[in-house]
């Protein structure tokens, strides 16, 4: 068979190779935020229904969900390089046309393929850093860089949306990442570079098949939860044929499938298995903290879109210099040690939180709480990303990558339709910190150290 692809970085310095990763994660967490302030003007311009506007974002978080499985396990087939500059050409070509959409049917398509690029990207950035980053301390480093980028993209999202659409037009959030990923993309080609090994195999199509149809379906089907009952139709109906593919998935994994897309066997390392259920809880945890804090500095203190974006820039701030933070001690402390001490922080903030109403200011009933969130955020997410991946074997670290950023991922798009339909903002939060006991609880089966 012809030879494997794999990339290395040989030759390239290492904060050229981190600051492309970072920057990857960045613009692809960005994408999920930077849209949400440019609705209206987006359905004002192009006539989209309510319904229809919804699947500006669900277009691009269902993509995202439900492919990132099939990119992972790309990434460990055809190389790493190649999935990445794929991933990253993918994405601005869909910005591209997004940006000069004319019709909702145009735009939505966009946003599709925008997701199907953020799933090719996302798990090939993990295994760059896995690959290049072999010292544990560096290792913990480069993680806390990549997981601030990301956490600083979904909010500054909020602000840069709104600049971009009150200065110039709702098409430049989709435009400006057209320049940026050429960018990218040149930094791609110039700090990684191919070796062969291995031999070439192919990808598990019936894996690939059931596992993301099955993840499509569930999300799709939580996500109809907001406008319909969990009993009706449009939402049991999608979750069982979900839970039912999911099933066949693990079925073809374990018996049929020669070459597994997910092989089960690393369900049997315990940092895989207890990171990955720590990750899909944390993304409902980054979705009660990000998107309810913005909805509550407009809907109940009566902030502006813009004005909540930069109320939430102190919280921003705060989670990249505690994951930084994080990244240094995580070698001495241990990853269980940074968890729960996140989650005593995530447990505090949210419930300091619930309590914010009407008559409360800003800086005691959202900047305190928020910063407490956020600095638990800093500390347990690049933690529980290095613990989920760090057991990678040779030649499945983007299996396992992807299998991380998928958790994750449908623990935010379940986690978002979930918490929508809970009740007030107090009721949301205080999830949030049931949600960080939780996870507390299951770091107790992560090996200590």
């Not at 209206?40 to 311009?45: E, L, N």
């Not at 500006?56 to 099939?70: D, E, I, Q, S």
């Not at 393929?113 to 290049?132: D, E, F, K, R, Y």
């Not at 090994?197 to 993301?212: H, I």
Request: glycine content about 14%.
């Amino acid at each position: 068979m012809a030879g494997m692809t794999r990339t290395t970085t040989r030759g390239a310095p290492a904060w050229l190779v981190l600051a492309l990763v970072s920057a990857c994660q960045f613009m692809v967490i960005l994408d999920v935020s930077i849209v949400n302030v440019a609705l209206p003007s987006i359905q004002r311009d192009l006539g989209f229904t309510p319904t229809g506007l919804a699947w500006v974002v669900n277009g691009y978080l269902l993509a995202f969900a439900g492919f990132m499985l099939p990119g992972g396990r790309a990434a460990d087939l055809f190389g790493h390089r190649r999935m990445l500059v794929a991933g990253l050409a993918l994405f601005s070509a869909a910005s591209l046309a997004a940006g000069l959409a004319t019709t909702p049917e145009v735009l939505v398509v966009a946003r599709v393929a925008q997701g199907l690029g953020a799933a090719m990207l996302a798990p090939a950035t993990l295994v760059v850093l896995n690959s290049s980053f072999t010292d544990p301390h560096a290792r913990a480093r480069a993680f806390g860089a990549w997981s601030a980028a990301g956490g600083a993209g979904g909010v500054v999202g909020a602000v840069v949306g709104g600049a971009l659409t009150t200065g110039l037009s709702w098409q430049w959030v989709f435009l400006i990442n057209v320049p940026i990923g050429a960018v990218l993309i040149a930094a791609a080609m110039t700090a990684l570079t191919r070796t062969r090994t291995g031999r070439r195999e192919a990808l598990d199509l019936a894996g690939a098949v059931t596992g993301t149809a099955g993840l499509t379906a569930l999300v799709y089907g939580v996500m109809q939860s907001d406008g319909h009952s969990w009993t009706s139709g449009r939402v049991a109906g999608p979750i069982a044929a979900g839970v039912v593919l999911l099933a066949a998935f693990v079925v073809v994994e374990a018996r049929v499938a020669s070459r597994p897309m997910i092989p089960l066997r690393l369900f049997a390392i315990r940092g895989v298995a207890a990171g990955n259920a720590m990750l899909l809880l944390f993304g409902g945890v980054a979705i009660g903290m990000w998107y309810f804090t913005s909805l509550l500095l407009q809907d109940v203190l009566g902030f502006g879109a813009l004005d909540a974006g930069l109320g939430q820039t102190p919280a921003a701030v705060t989670f990249v210099a505690v994951a930084r933070l994080a990244a240094g001690l995580l070698p001495r402390a241990g990853a269980r040690t940074l968890i729960l001490a996140g989650c005593a922080c995530l447990v505090a903030g949210f419930g300091w939180l619930a309590q914010a109403g009407a008559g409360s200011d800003y800086v005691t009933g959202v900047l305190g709480p928020t910063l407490l969130v956020a600095a638990g955020i800093g500390l347990a997410f690049p933690t529980l990303m290095a613990a989920a991946t760090a057991g990678a074997p040779a030649g499945e670290a983007g299996t396992v990558g992807g299998l991380a950023s998928t958790a994750n991922q449908v623990g935010g798009s379940i986690g978002l339709a979930v918490l929508a339909t809970a009740g007030g903002y107090d009721v949301v939060f205080l999830i949030g910190a049931g949600l960080g006991a939780a996870i507390a609880a299951l770091s107790l089966l992560l090996p200590r150290h």
